[in-house]
Structure formats: C-alpha cells, structure tokens
C-alpha cells in the first residue's frame, strides 16, 4: 500500500444500485448535509427526539464554555432506558438482541427481554456492593455477553464504566485502575483467543499487586482454568448473581444528559493514556443516529461489527447504537482463522448476516488466505459492508467488495475516533464510492483539511484534518485533566475554535476526504491505537535499557508494526536473548498488542537539541528513505 496508490485511485467510482438508493434511509446525501448545516440545533433536537428523555432538554446546546461543550441541558435519560427499558413495552421484548458464539463453539442468545433481566440483575448486585452513581467501575474481559451485561449494568446505576481492551496487561492496566480510581473491577478467568487461554484473572491480580485500590473484583467464569481467588476480595459473578439480592427488577438511575457514561483510555502523545470522557445523552442521539443512517439498520438485519467491545468501535457500535435502535447483533468471541480461515465466513453463513463491519487489517489478513475460503460459504445474506481503524487500501477494498460482498455490497468506509464517539466522516448507502475514501463528513458535521494557519489546503494537498463545529458526541474532557483536553485538541487552533483530529488527510476535487494518518506519535497496530511513550517507559522499565525510541514502520497486513531501538545501561550487551527479554516483558507490562517486531540495540538515538527523540528520522532509515531536514538534529 503505498500514498502514490492512494491518489492513482481517486476517479475511480462505485456506486450502489437503485435499489440500494431507494431503501436507504438517506436516499438524498447532499439535501440531508444541507439541512443539517442550515439549521445544527434543529437538526439535532429533531434526532434526539426519536429517543426517549424522563424529561425533555431546555436547549440543545450551550457553547457558552467553549470548548467545554454541553448537549441536550437539562434533559434527563438514561441511555440504559434508550437500550433496554423502552423495548420492554413493545413487541421487540421478543426480538433477539445478541447472537453470541464463543470460539469454542459455544452458543448463547439473549432476546432484549433476557439481556434487560441479566442486566437488572447486576446492576442489583453492583448496587449492593456499594456501588452508586458517579462511581467508576473497571471492566476487563473478553468478548463474551457478560461484558455487555456489565457495561449496561453500571450505566443502568448511574456509574462510569472503564473498560480496558483484554490485549493490554499488568501496567497497563494497573494506570488505568489508577487514574479512573476503580474500587470495583469486573473480568474473568480468562478468554479464548486462536485456542488459547487469555489469563485475564491472573493479568488482574498482577495488576492490583501494583493499584491496590480496588475492594472488590467480580470474575465471570469462561475458559474455566483454576485461578487465585482472594478471600473478601474475589467474587464469582455466577454466585452473585444466583443471590436474592440478584432480582430482576431494577430501578434504572435518571441521568442528566450530561452525566458521564464511561471512560475510555486511549493513546495520545506523550505520557499516560487519557481517558476519554463521554456522557449520556449526546452519545445515545449520535451514536443511535449514524449507525441507523450509515447502516441503514432494518428490523430484520443481522447486525456484526466484528470488533472488541473493548475499544470504542465495540462501545458505540457492539453495545449501544444497536440497543438503541433494537437492532440484531452477532458477537464472536475469538480469531478469524481459527480454526480455519473460514471461521467467519461461516457465521456469516451460519447467522445469515446482513452487515459486516469490520477493519482493513482483519480485512488484508483473511485475504491472504485466498478466495477459495469465503467462496465455499454462501454469503449471500450480506447487503452492506464496512470498514474502521486506519487508511484501506484499494486491494483490500476490491477483495472485500468482490470476493466477499460479490459486488453488490457497497462499502461503508468510516472515518472517526474514540474521541468522536461515532462516525464522522463516511458514506452512506447511496452515494458514489472510491476505494480509498471515506467519502464525505456526516449530516451535522463540518470537517476540512487545513495547512497551519487554518487555509483550506488546495484540492489533493496534504494537510491537517480539522473539526469545525461542535457535535453531540464529542468527548467532554479527558478524566481529570481538562488542561490535556485543552491543549490537545483545541490549542492548535485556538482563536477558530476548530477541533484537531491529529490525522493528515487531502480532499480531492470531488470533495472527498483521504485518510492518510496520525501526525503525532500514535502508531496504528492492526487498527489498535497505541502511544509511542507507553511502549518506551515499558522498555524502559526493564532494568537493561537506559533509553527507548518506538516507531511505526508500514506492514502489508498490520498496517504497521512496532520497531523498538534501545539504549543499554552501561555493563549490559545486546543479545538475541536480550531482545526475546524485552519482547516478553513489554507483553507483561503492556500487553502482546504492543510488542515490538523488531529491537535495536544503538549507542544514540537522533534527537532535536532541546531533547526530543527524532521518530521521523528513525522511521526514515528503517525504510531506507532518505532522512530529510536534519537542521535541528542536535549533532
Ligand atoms: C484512524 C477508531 C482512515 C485515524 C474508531 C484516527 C482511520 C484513529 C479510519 C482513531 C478510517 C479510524 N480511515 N483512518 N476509516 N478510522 N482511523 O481512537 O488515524 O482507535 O485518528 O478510533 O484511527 O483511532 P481510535
């Protein structure tokens, strides 16, 4: 995948069928924009009006702190009411909410009235341990319905969930447990993956060693290994919620639109991971919105956004817009190939999925396998298909579109962040698509590409990708550091009042946005967001290494992989050992995600004279490239 293949392909058009235009719930792209930006207060009350409020909101939105945004003030909800109570009392109650296969082979459904009464039921158990409104609660597990029954359960009392992604580990997740201040944790013994047992439960005793905060841990049984259960500490979530206190009638707490739903950390620039603050109301109006218009949700979809909950594709698109809109979701537990490269394309066939949401790097690694996998299942359920996390190249983008959705599958490439909290920029069904492009911003939202001053870059310029207006679910602050929210997103472009995504992107001459990627130090590790700086204080933390650089080099199938270049304390020599000692440990403190492919032992790393690490310079060599201006390289 190369930029000149990026922009070789902008003229190349796909567009849906008739059909696919006519049933659309936007059938009229340009018109629905149009409106939106006309009239953003009215377009959004009119949204939030299709959801259901204890008590409506006085205004839709008060700018008057700005950035520091409020949606829907005064309304009163609850997103659980949204999710789950208000289907109750109609013939959806029946309807199934969540097809769940673990890898496996276990099978579970819950229908919304089954998954209201397990949530009920824990959140009577949650409640009983004390936990109440505005408390945080940690969440790390697999990819089983118990984590959604948890997610939905703190939300129904009022308390803020912080969910860490199963791929993270000891450190990780013991920074996390800190900054959030967790008293009650929620995981499992462990979870499947590639046929293999993810030792959560042991990855969260580790941790609590480290951020002894947390009282009470909750452990869900799943692969049903033998782990260390602490006494007056450790509770197992089938004994809870086999208790009487575990009724199924629960009260759901009534929240002020802008009361925190949950945190979610995820990696920035520099230091500790932040953690994203989104709330109730706003989030429930966008996320249910995009999802329905993008998705074009029918009652009988079968719904699979094949990410983790854990990360907020699952959070926006797993957990609450379907709720939201009673639609059908698949969950799938484990890999993709295992044990075959057929696994998906079986559930597609097994479940008769309809929709398919998925990410370019799943997307390149199952195609590596060949057609002949997906050709012996009978996919002919799908109608849409959809793409997140980084760039897709075209090759993936055509494999997807013909191998899997055999040309009649038009491709919702989704440009948006755990910050947005849902879909920003991205087609809808029935406009014009060029592999590559996520098309065109949202109804409602007002993005562009910018040089440093704030001018609209020329058509096919480079240039900063910016948010210009406000949204519903935008995030509010990152957790107990709006000074890190300030100086983040908003400092660049301070006297406009414009949102800084921290992607570069080009517009072409049809108006089209191409992604091409972060300008800071995140790396893109098969779609998963991971910060530069976490990975070096893990290395760095590893008594051989004085100092650590970490850059993102371009994969075929990953995207990018993580390359480490370390610096040896005195007295230590790199070996092979060495380097399988580092790998090993940054699994233990950060998580496998987050291990390098390759670590070089150097004497120095290029660094500016006021100190910081070069990264592009090291990511230049390590692709041969030539290093470009080194005027501020300090010798
Ligand atoms: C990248 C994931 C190109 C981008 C929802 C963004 C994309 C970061 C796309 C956010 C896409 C996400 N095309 N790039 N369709 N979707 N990205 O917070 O760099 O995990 O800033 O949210 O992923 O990653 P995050």
């Known amino acids: 995948m190369s930029d000149k293949e990026f922009q070789t392909n902008t003229s190349e058009w796909f567009y849906p069928t008739e059909d696919i235009i006519k049933n659309a719930h936007i059938p009229d792209y340009d018109t629905v924009y149009q409106q939106a930006i006309d009239d ?12 259901e409020w204890y008590q409506k909101w006085d205004q839709v939105l008060d700018d008057s702190n700005a950035p520091f945004y409020k949606w829907f003030i005064g309304g009163k ?110 995981t499992s013994d462990g979870a499947w993956l590639r046929g293999q047992i993810v030792p ?4 969260v005793d580790q941790a609590i060693d480290r951020s002894p905060i947390v009282e009470h841990v909750i452990v869900v049984k799943r692969t049903g290994q033998d ?55 706003g989030y429930q109006v966008y996320t249910s919105t995009t999802l329905n218009w993008v998705f074009d949700i029918k009652d009988d979809d079968r719904w699979w956004c094949a990410a983790d909950p854990g990360w907020i594709t699952g959070h926006s698109y797993i957990v609450y817009a379907p709720l939201i809109l009673g639609a059908t979701s698949i969950i799938y537990e484990g890999a993709p190939t295992y044990p075959y490269p057929d696994r998906w394309w079986r559930i597609v066939e097994d479940y008769g999925v309809t929709i398919l949401y998925t990410a370019p790097t799943a997307i390149r690694g199952l195609m590596r396998f060949g057609d002949a996998w997906p050709n012996r299942r009978d996919l002919s359920s799908l109608r849409l298909l959809g793409s997140v996390g980084e760039p897709i190249n075209p090759e993936a983008w055509k494999w997807f579109y013909n191998v899997i959705g055999k040309g009649r599958c038009p491709i919702m490439d989704t440009w948006w962040q755990t910050e947005t909290g849902g879909f920003m920029i991205t087609p809808v069904p029935s406009v014009g698509l060029k592999p590559g492009s996520a098309t065109r911003p949202f109804p409602g939202i007002v993005v562009d590409v910018v040089d440093e001053d704030g001018n609209t870059c020329a058509p096919n310029e480079d240039g900063k990708l910016v948010i210009k207006t406000p949204w519903p679910s935008m995030l509010r602050t990152v957790w107990g ?20 995504a921290g992607d570069s992107a080009r517009k072409d001459d049809d108006g089209y946005i191409w992604v091409i990627g972060r300008i800071d130090d995140v790396i893109k590790v098969s779609g998963y967001r991971l910060g530069t700086a976490e990975i070096e204080s893990g290395l760095v933390s590893h008594h051989a290494v004085a100092e650590a650089a970490v850059i993102g080099v371009p994969d075929e199938v990953k995207g990018n992989i993580i390359y480490a270049y370390c610096i040896l304390v005195a007295g230590q020599t790199g070996s092979d050992d060495l380097v399988k000692a580092l790998r090993e440990h940054i699994r233990h403190e950060v998580g496998p995600i987050a291990m390098p492919s390759k670590i070089e032992f150097v004497d120095k790393l290029p660094k500016t004279r006021s100190g910081k690490i070069m990264r592009r310079v090291l990511k230049a060599r390590a692709m041969g490239l030539p290093e470009g201006d080194l005027s501020t390289l300090e010798d």
Not at 236 to 251: F, G
Not at 483 to 497: P, T
């Open 40 to 51: 953003p207060i009215g377009f959004w009350g009119e949204q939030a009006e299709s959801l």
């Open 77 to 186: 909800t609850n997103i659980v009411l949204n999710a789950l109570d208000r289907h109750q009392k109609t013939w959806r109650r029946n309807k199934i909410a969540i097809i769940w296969e673990g890898e496996d082979g276990e099978k579970r459904s819950f229908s919304y009235w089954r998954l209201n009464q397990e949530v009920c039921k824990f959140a009577n158990v949650l409640r009983s341990m004390g936990v109440r409104k505005g408390d945080t609660v940690t969440i790390y597990m697999g990819r089983t319905p118990e984590i959604v029954i948890a997610m939905l359960a703190c939300a129904k009392v009022g308390a803020i969930h912080s969910v860490i992604y199963g791929g993270f580990s000891e450190q990780a997740i013991a920074d996390r447990i800190e900054d959030a201040k967790s008293r009650v944790l929620i």
């Open 200 to 203: 959560l439960k042991n990855n």
């Open 227 to 281: 782990v260390t259960m602490v006494q007056g500490r450790d509770y197992w979530y089938h004994d809870l919620m086999a208790l009487p206190i575990a009724s199924t009638r629960c009260e759901t707490e009534v929240m002020d639109a802008e009361d925190p739903l949950f945190i979610l950390y995820t990696s920035g620039t520099t230091g500790k991971p932040k953690g994203i603050l989104h709330t109730h109301g």
């Open 481 to 500: 550091d709006d000074q890190r929210y300030l100086n983040q997103y908003w400092a660049a472009y301070k006297d406009k009042g414009w949102y800084l």
